[in-house]
C-alpha cells in the first residue's frame, strides 16, 4: 500500500484504543496499541447510583440495547430472555400480553413471592398485577428500554433489603443526549402469527369406532349419543392472526436541554379466538445540566393504556374433550343455537363438556388499563463542597383499571345455574416514593486510594382500592364489594465503596427496613452486606501474559430480606371477614351477613436469606474473549409455610408462619466472544449457562417424622383437590410426588400395578416416591450476530437439560371418561397406548423428560446508509429485517410445548410461530 507523506494512518483493534500516526520519510511504522481504558471505565448502573465496571465487586450482569433479542417483543422482559445467566424467564403461554415468571438462581421461597424486584428509572415498582392485566410489566413499551441490569448477589442487592431476596432487576428507559442533533426514529413492524400444532386426540372416525367397540362388551357405553358430524374443534377454536407494532421517537438536544419523546401503538391479536391486546403508549424525558454540571435533573414521564380481550381458557380442555361427531351448531336454537350436550328429559346436562366454541362466542372479559409513572431526580453537587451531591428522587406509578365480563343468559351454563351473566370490577394502585441521599468520591493520590461513599433515606407507600359488582341472569346479586389497603415501607441505607492502587476494591452496604406489613416488635429488618474484589490484571506478574486482557476474583457474602408475603398487607393482625353474600343467616325473615375471624400470627417476621458468592471476570486478547463464572450459595432462614396448629388454638387448622429453611446452591457460566473483526466482516457469539438446586431443609418446629411435607401442584383427575408435587425436607420446591408405575414384558403400564416402596404387601400413600422437580438440572442460552458489509444476521436460542414435566393433557386419556352421565368425552390418542380403563392420576407413567433445545428467533436485515446525505445533507438511514420466532423445539416430550408453568401441562395456551417483517428509519 502506498501512502504519501504528512498522511495520517489510524490502527484500530478490537479491545484496544484507536492509534493514530503522521506518515514521515520513513518506509517503516512500529505501532503499540494500548488497552482500551474505555471499557474499563464503562459504569453499570446499581442501586442508587453507578460504579464503574471494573470496581463492580458483585454478581452484576448488564445487557444494552444493542444486545436486546429481536423478533415480537411484547412485553420488556422478552428482549432480554436467555441472556443472563442465572436468570430463568418464562412465559405462562402464547397470549397477548401472557404473565411471565422471572426466577434469578431459582426461587428462595415456598410460600412468599419468588419474583425479583424491578426498578424502571430508579422507581422500584409493584410486582402485585393489576385486576384486568396479566402481566405488570406489559404496561412498559420494549421500544423505551435503554437497558437491563441485573443485580444477583446479596452483595450488589443488599443495598434494597427487604424486597433483594430474589434478586433485582434494574430497567433504564432511553434519553436524550447533549449536544447531539435532533433525531427522529421509526421502528415498525407486522406479525404473522401462525398455529403450530395440535394436541393428539381421537378423530372423528377414530372416535366412532371406539365407541362402538366399546359398546359391544360395555353396556354403559351408548353409540346413540353421538353425531354424524367431524368436527375438529381445535381447528374451531384456533386460528392465525396478523399483529403489528409501531413505535416512533424523537431526542436529541433543544437548545442546551436533552430531550426524547415517544408514541407507540401496539396490536395483537391471539391464536385463540377472541384474544387480544392493544397497548398505546406514550414518554417525555428530560436531562438537563446547569451552573457547570453541578445542578442535574432527570425528569420523566411514561404513559401507557393497555386494552384486553381474554379468552375463557377452559375451552382449550373443553375443544379437546367435545365430541368430535357433533357440530358447533344446533338446530334447536337454544342455548344461543351452540350444540349441547342434553338429558335424556332434554334439560341441559350439567356434567356434560362445555361447547368450546360457545365458551369463547357466549363470553366477552375484556379491560382497560392506564398506567403512568412519573418521576424526577435532581442531584446537586456542592459548589462549596463538591465532593459531595446531594440527590432527591420523587416518583409516582399509579394504574388505574376497569372491565367487564359479559356472558350471553343464553349460554348454555348459565341458564341451568345461578352463574353470573354481568360483571363490573376497578382497581386503582398507587405507589409513591420519596428517596434522598447523599454521595461522597474523593481521590486520595497520596496514598493511590479512592472513596465513594452514600447514605441514604427512602420512603415509599404503597396503596390499592378495588371494587366488584356481579348479578346472574335474574339479576340477582351474587357480589357487591370493595377493598381497599395500603403498606408503608421506610429505609435507611448505606453502602461504601474504596479501591486501593485500582486493584484492591471493597464494598459494604447496610439498610434497615421498617414495614407496616409486621408487627411493631417484628417491623425492622437490618441487611448487610461486604465484598472483596481484586483485579489481578493489575499485578506486575500479569505484565508477562499479554494474551490476558482482564482478571479480577470477587467475593461477597450478604444478607437480604423479603416481605411480599402472599398473604395481603396486614397478615399480623385479627382480621374479621364477611362471608359471602350467598351463605347469610336467616333470624326470622330477615338475611344477616355473618362476619367471621381470620387466623393470624402475630409474630410473623421476615423471611432472611444469606449468599454467599466467588466470582471471576476475565478477559483475553483485548477481551475479544470475556465473560465470567460465578459460585453461590443461598440459605433462607424462617421461611414461611403453612402448618396444621391444633384445634382451638387459633381461628384455623392451619396456620401460616414462621418455620423452615431453604438451600440453593448453583454456578453459572457467561462468556461473549468476537471470533471475526473486520471491516467488513464481524462475528459475535455468547453463551451461558446456569446450574441450580435447591433443597428443602426444614418445615417444622420439630422433628417429625410423619411428617411428609406440604403437598401443591393441583391437577385435575377424579376428585378435586388433586396435587402431585411436595415441598419435603431433602428435596427441592415442588418435587413431584407420586407411584412408581409397574410395566409389562413389552414396556406397556399395567393399570393398578405400583412398586410397593415399604414392602408391606399393599399399596398405600406411603409407597409414593420422591420423583425430580420440574426445574431444569441446567438451562442455558446462545446467540450469534453477523455483519457483513450492509447485511445482519443474527438468531438466540436456548436450551434446559434435566427436570420433569407431568402430562395432565393426556390424564384424562382412560375408558372410564368415555360415557359418562349421558354424555361422550373425546379421549387423547394417547389411549391407544396406555388403555387405561380408570384414573391412574398418581402414577409416575405421566412424568416426561422436560429437556429441550428451541430456537427462539433468527434475523436477517439489510441497512441502507446515508440515503440522502449526498443530495440534501440529510442523515437518512433504512433498515429492513425479517424474522421467525419459535423457530422449532427440539424434545422428547410428547405435549405441546415443554415450556409450562411449573412444570405441570394443563391445557397451556400454545406459543404462536410468528413471522415478522419491520423497518427502521431514522434521521
Known sequence: ????????????????????????????????????????????????????????????????????????????????????????????????????????????????????????????????????????????????????????????????????????????TKEGKANQDIRVQLDSKVMVNEVVDYI??????????????????????????????STNWQDEIFQNTVSQDHNLSVSGALGSIPIRASVGFTDQYGILRTSSMDRKSGTFKVTPSFFDNHLKLNAGIKYTIVGNRFAERGAIGSALRFDPTKPVFNNTGIYGGYTTWLTSDGSRNVNGTRNPVAQLQQRRDESEVDRYIADAQVSYKLHFFPDITATVKVGMDKSESEGTVMTDPEAAWVRTASSGVARDYTQERENKLFDFYLNYEKVLP????????????????????????????????????????????VSFFGRANYSYKDKYLLTATVRNDGSSRFHEDNRWGLYPSTALGWRIIEEPFMDQLAAVSNLKLRLGYGITGQQELNSGDYPYLGIYQLSDSRTQYQLGNQF??????????????????????IGLDFGFFGNRLSGAIDVYKRETKDLLNTIPVPAGTNFTDRLLTNVGDLENNGIEFSVNAIPISKQDLSWELSFNLTHNKNKVTRLTNYDDASYRGVETGGISGVGVGNNIQIHAVGHPLNTFYVYEQVYDANGKPIEGLYVDQNGDGQITIDDKYYADSPVPDVFMGFS?????????????????IGGQIYNNVIVG???????????????????????????????????????FFRLDNVTLGYNFKDLLKKTTGTDLNLRLYTSVQNVFVITKYDGLDPEVDNGIDNDVYPRPRIYQFGLSVGF
Do not use: C
Open 1 to 172: 500500500m502506498t501512502v504519501e507523506q504528512g498522511a495520517t494512518l489510524q490502527f484500530s483493534y478490537i479491545g484496544y484504543a484507536t492509534a493514530e500516526h503522521v506518515v514521515g520519510e520513513t518506509s517503516t511504522l512500529n505501532v503499540a496499541l494500548r488497552l482500551d481504558t474505555e471499557q474499563l471505565d464503562e459504569v453499570v448502573v446499581i442501586g442508587y447510583g453507578q460504579v464503574r465496571k471494573s470496581d463492580a465487586t458483585g454478581a452484576v450482569s448488564s445487557v444494552s440495547s444493542s444486545d436486546f433479542n429481536q423478533g415480537s417483543t411484547s412485553s420488556p422482559q422478552d428482549l432480554i430472555m436467555g441472556k443472563v445467566s442465572g436468570v430463568r424467564i418464562q412465559t405462562e403461554g402464547g397470549a397477548p400480553g401472557s404473565a411471565t415468571k422471572i426466577r434469578i438462581r431459582g426461587g428462595s421461597s415456598m410460600s412468599a413471592s419468588n419474583d425479583p424486584l424491578i426498578v424502571v428509572d430508579g422507581m422500584p415498582i409493584d410486582n402485585r398485577t393489576i385486576n384486568g392485566m396479566s402481566n405488570v410489566l406489559t404496561s412498559i413499551n420494549p421500544a423505551d428500554i435503554e437497558s437491563f441490569t441485573v443485580l444477583k448477589d446479596a452483595s450488589s442487592t443488599a443495598i434494597y433489603g427487604s424486597r433483594a431476596s430474589n434478586g433485582v432487576i434494574l430497567i433504564t
Open 200 to 229: 393428539d386426540v381421537l378423530s372423528a372416525d377414530e372416535f366412532r369406532t371406539l365407541v362402538n367397540n366399546r359398546a359391544e362388551t360395555h353396556s354403559s357405553v351408548n353409540p346413540a349419543l353421538m353425531g354424524n358430524a
Open 446 to 489: 497520596e496514598i493511590d486510594s479512592r472513596i465513594d461513599a452514600m447514605a441514604g433515606y427512602e420512603w415509599q407507600r404503597f396503596w390499592s382500592y378495588g371494587s366488584a359488582y356481579e348479578v346472574d341472569r335474574f339479576n340477582t346479586v351474587i357480589e357487591d364489594s370493595k377493598d381497599e389497603t395500603e403498606n408503608v415501607l
Open 592 to 613: 344477616y351477613t355473618l362476619i367471621r375471624p381470620n387466623g393470624y400470627d402475630q409474630s410473623l417476621e421476615w423471611e432472611k436469606t444469606t449468599t454467599y458468592n
Open 784 to 800: 450469534s450476530m453477523v455483519n457483513y458489509k450492509n447485511f445482519d444476521f443474527g438468531f438466540n436460542a436456548r436450551a434446559a
Open 813 to 851: 386419556a382412560r375408558y372410564q371418561e368415555l360415557t359418562v352421565n349421558e354424555y361422550l368425552t373425546n379421549l387423547p390418542t394417547e389411549i391407544n397406548y396406555s388403555k387405561f380403563e380408570t384414573a391412574q392420576q398418581y402414577s409416575d407413567y405421566f412424568l416426561e423428560d422436560a429437556s
